[in-house]
């Protein structure tokens, strides 16, 4: 059998079962944001290897499709067992990789192993129809449709980053539940844990070619692999340019689309403001906010902004910052690049008239939590995702002036209305332009069987465990005529 990584750290990818070197002899380090340190080497896979990664995956489509789905079910199970058995040593792997704290590492990876369950229970439940013709004017009893769902083939799954072995799951799960076949690409940075995610999978008897990982530069396999008529569904969660750019990629091969947020919270004065403090602190800054649905700006009045801001200065100078094998929740951004943008994103506010709060201190790729207030529409950080630990607070003049700036943003993700009026909620919920609304809680993804969806330059369809099974498959009708 062969070997999941060696003594160099050099991983392989999952093809028709075994785990393979690329033979193009190339690899491509995976280097810490933490401490610069190796995490490991990832393969860069050839054009000709995502050929016969995508062959493999169709020679054994049949087969798939045919096993009963109560023994699909009980792979995800086992699997989910085996990611649990692997979470401290998948948890240091997530540590390392992209500077998630700890804590947080250990909660990615059981709460994909409650996905994973979740997923076989859902796929269990899932029923086909039977549909009377006599239902429709002019129709009749003799003629009956049965409906069932059928997988729709091969399906690239592209996951990011910042959540490598949960976003991979979740495009992953699911399409096994309907019968697909599933090729990952992980994002490079993050690689190595979706790895170790895929080899719990395999390992808890995952028929041979079911699942298999291309690796590489998206430079240069990505627009290869998207386009490849082999490809029946792309799944992709990342940046809004990125996902663009599949979207004018692909021909007729359906899509879902988990792209960038601006997502805003709404303050009104009747908010319990220490609630509303709490909820947004975390929501903007825990994994440095390198999260699509993190709390990218507050949208409130004057009155509440000047009772507001010293409590979220307060606890916002208390979170932990540095190294995230102890436990701090503001750590070293992903790459230089991400640092840079965030800290032009802070000068661009600052140069324009915004009020530093707290915050705007940088060492390498880590940048302390900031506060920006007095932001307004002409400044970049009032528009633009940061990715990063930065807060800009935009005071409106009342309810309908923040609604009218939140819709304006290309996003549309999340927001969050913190109030005590149910009117003042559904008023500003049922006109804000998202997939999401969340009242008195922060912005976030979940629970995980709930729809989860952007619009606007925010995403292409709806995830959340059910409605991914039925993005991933078909309806196919079987119309018996019965004589007379």
């Given at each position: 059998?062969?070997?999941?990584?060696?003594?160099?750290?050099?991983?392989?990818?999952?093809?028709?079962?075994?785990?393979?070197?690329?033979?193009?002899?190339?690899?491509?380090?995976?280097?810490?944001?933490?401490?610069?340190?190796?995490?490991?080497?990832?393969?860069?896979?050839?054009?000709?290897?995502?050929?016969?990664?995508?062959?493999?995956?169709?020679?054994?489509?049949?087969?798939?499709?045919?096993?009963?789905?109560?023994?699909?079910?009980?792979?995800?199970?086992?699997?989910?067992?085996?990611?649990?058995?692997?979470?401290?040593e998948?948890?240091?792997?997530?540590?390392?990789?992209?500077?998630?704290?700890?804590?947080?590492?250990v909660?990615?990876?059981?709460?994909?192993?409650?996905?994973?369950?979740?997923?076989?229970?859902?796929?269990?439940?899932?029923?086909?129809?039977?549909?009377?013709?006599?239902?429709?004017?002019?129709?009749?009893?003799?003629?009956?449709?049965?409906?069932?769902?059928?997988?729709?083939?091969?399906?690239l799954?592209?996951?990011?980053?910042?959540?490598?072995?949960?976003?991979?799951?979740?495009?992953?799960?699911?399409?096994?539940?309907?019968?697909?076949?599933?090729?990952?690409?992980?994002?490079?940075?993050?690689?190595?844990?979706?790895l170790?995610?895929?080899?719990?999978?395999?390992?808890?008897?995952?028929?041979k070619?079911?699942?298999?990982?291309?690796?590489?530069?998206?430079?240069e396999?990505?627009?290869?692999?998207?386009?490849?008529e082999?490809?029946?569904?792309?799944?992709?969660?990342?940046?809004?340019?990125?996902?663009?750019?599949?979207?004018?990629?692909?021909?007729?091969?359906?899509?879902?689309?988990?792209?960038?947020?601006?997502?805003?919270?709404?303050?009104?004065?009747?908010?319990?403001?220490?609630?509303?403090?709490?909820?947004?602190?975390?929501?903007?800054?825990?994994?440095?906010?390198?999260?699509?649905?993190?709390?990218?700006?507050?949208?409130?009045?004057?009155?509440?902004?000047?009772?507001?801001?010293?409590?979220?200065?307060?606890?916002?100078?208390?979170?932990?910052?540095?190294?995230?094998?102890?436990?701090?929740?503001?750590?070293?951004?992903?790459?230089?690049?991400?640092?840079?943008?965030?800290?032009?994103l802070?000068?661009?506010?600052?140069?324009?008239?915004?009020?530093?709060?707290?915050?705007?201190?940088?060492?390498?790729?880590?940048?302390?939590?900031?506060?920006?207030?007095?932001?307004?529409?002409?400044?970049?950080?009032?528009?633009?995702?940061?990715?990063?630990?930065?807060?800009?607070?935009?005071?409106?003049?009342?309810?309908?002036?923040?609604?009218?700036?939140?819709?304006?943003?290309e996003?549309?993700?999340?927001?969050?209305?913190?109030?005590?009026?149910?009117?003042?909620?559904?008023?500003?919920?049922?006109?804000?332009?998202?997939?999401?609304v969340?009242?008195?809680?922060?912005?976030?993804?979940?629970?995980?069987?709930?729809?989860?969806?952007?619009?606007?330059?925010?995403?292409?369809?709806?995830?959340?465990?059910?409605?991914?099974?039925?993005?991933?498959?078909?309806?196919?009708?079987?119309?018996?005529n019965?004589?007379?």
């Amino acid at each position: 059998m062969s070997i999941f990584f060696d003594e160099r750290k050099v991983y392989r990818n999952l093809v028709n079962g075994e785990w393979v070197l690329s033979g193009s002899g190339r690899t491509i380090d995976i280097i810490s944001p933490v401490d610069g340190s190796l995490v490991g080497s990832v393969q860069a896979v050839t054009w000709q290897e995502v050929d016969r990664t995508i062959e493999v995956s169709k020679s054994n489509l049949s087969e798939w499709a045919e096993i009963p789905i109560y023994e699909k079910a009980n792979i995800l199970y086992k699997a989910a067992a085996l990611l649990e058995e692997r979470a401290d040593e998948i948890s240091d792997v997530l540590v390392m990789e992209i500077a998630k704290d700890k804590k947080s590492a250990v909660s990615e990876i059981k709460r994909t192993s409650d996905f994973l369950r979740f997923t076989a229970d859902t796929g269990k439940s899932m029923e086909g129809l039977a549909i009377g013709g006599e239902n429709f004017p002019g129709g009749s009893r003799n003629k009956i449709s049965f409906v069932r769902k059928v997988p729709l083939g091969t399906v690239l799954a592209i996951s990011p980053f910042n959540y490598p072995v949960n976003l991979s799951a979740s495009k992953i799960g699911p399409a096994l539940m309907g019968g697909n076949s599933v090729i990952l690409k992980p994002a490079t940075q993050g690689a190595v844990s979706a790895l170790h995610l895929v080899k719990a999978i395999n390992d808890a008897g995952l028929p041979k070619g079911i699942l298999n990982t291309v690796t590489g530069r998206g430079s240069e396999i990505g627009d290869y692999i998207v386009e490849h008529e082999g490809i029946n569904f792309v799944n992709f969660t990342g940046s809004t340019e990125v996902g663009k750019h599949i979207s004018d990629l692909v021909c007729m091969t359906p899509l879902m689309l988990e792209l960038g947020g601006k997502d805003a919270a709404i303050v009104l004065a009747d908010a319990d403001m220490e609630f509303a403090a709490d909820n947004i602190v975390d929501g903007a800054f825990a994994f440095s906010g390198q999260r699509c649905t993190a709390v990218k700006r507050i949208l409130t009045t004057d009155e509440v902004a000047d009772r507001l801001i010293p409590m979220l200065r307060e606890r916002i100078e208390k979170l932990k910052v540095g190294d995230p094998r102890v436990n701090a929740v503001i750590v070293p951004l992903i790459d230089g690049k991400s640092a840079d943008y965030a800290q032009y994103l802070i000068e661009d506010a600052i140069s324009k008239g915004a009020k530093l709060i707290t915050g705007n201190r940088r060492a390498g790729n880590l940048i302390d939590p900031t506060l920006l207030d007095c932001v307004t529409v002409d400044m970049e950080i009032a528009w633009k995702e940061p990715f990063a630990p930065l807060l800009p607070v935009l005071r409106v003049r009342d309810i309908d002036q923040a609604i009218e700036v939140a819709n304006k943003s290309e996003y549309g993700l999340q927001s969050s209305v913190f109030t005590n009026s149910i009117n003042h909620a559904f008023y500003i919920a049922d006109r804000l332009e998202v997939g999401t609304v969340q009242i008195n809680n922060k912005t976030e993804r979940g629970p995980d069987h709930f729809p989860f969806l952007g619009i606007k330059a925010s995403g292409m369809g709806t995830q959340g465990i059910r409605y991914s099974i039925d993005a991933m498959t078909r309806p196919k009708a079987i119309t018996i005529n019965l004589k007379s």
